[in-house]
């Protein structure tokens, strides 16, 4: 299984291995070593058929499900050094037939110390552009790499921000979308 991911502030992909994904919403024991998180609110999608250099309008043909999710980084330098911690690929489940975007109204927010620090109902793009990043994305990931059943595609939806440091200790994470809670845990330091 591959996580591809397309940074918010250009059109190169590069993949996080398996390993750095947070499949159950276990806390988060911050490595010695490391002083500061960055991380980024994302939307994902799980490829449902193999493809290669797929075109635009068979897009839907190839994935079955989406979902938010946070990519947490560990510290400022390069993305490769950054984004291959252990457990930092939030990506939830279950997943959301992609349905649930057609009305452009479901909302996803992420807490953190319970107070919203994104939200797309403040987002400078609406629900739908966002499929259309997603699915802009999938094409171009597609051109670079072959993707597989399975292989989940990542568009960052803002440029990383700090999200905790160790002299301030624990802070809590909790995402939310179309109502409910996707994931929560605890970063401690």
Excluded at 7 to 20: A, G, M, N, Q, V
Excluded at 45 to 54: D, F, L, P, Q, Y
Excluded at 129 to 135: A, W
Excluded at 142 to 149: D, F, G, K, V
Aim: glycine content about 4%; overall charge negative.
């Amino acid at each position: 299984m591959n996580i591809i991911v397309r940074p918010s502030d250009h059109d190169l992909c590069y993949c996080r291995p398996d390993t750095t994904w947070e499949r159950e919403n276990r806390d988060y024991y911050c490595p010695d070593s490391l002083e500061t998180l960055e991380w980024t609110p994302v939307i994902f999608a799980r490829i449902s058929k193999a493809g290669k250099c797929i075109g635009n309008k068979f897009i839907g043909r190839y994935y079955d499900a989406i979902n938010f999710g946070a990519l947490i980084y560990t510290g400022t330098e390069e993305i490769a050094f950054t984004s291959c911690t252990d457990h930092t690929s939030i990506l939830p489940f279950p997943m959301y037939n992609p349905v649930v975007m057609e009305n452009g109204e479901n909302l996803y927010e992420v807490c953190k110390n319970n107070e919203v620090i994104f939200s797309t109902s403040n987002f400078q793009k609406n629900i739908n552009e966002i499929r259309q990043k997603l699915e802009e994305s999938i094409c171009l990931a597609s051109q670079l790499t072959s993707l597989r059943i399975g292989d989940f595609v990542v568009v960052e939806l803002a440029p990383r921000t700090q999200l905790a440091e160790r002299e301030n200790g624990e802070v809590s994470l909790s995402l939310r979308f179309c109502g409910n809670e996707i994931f929560s845990n605890r970063i401690i330091f």
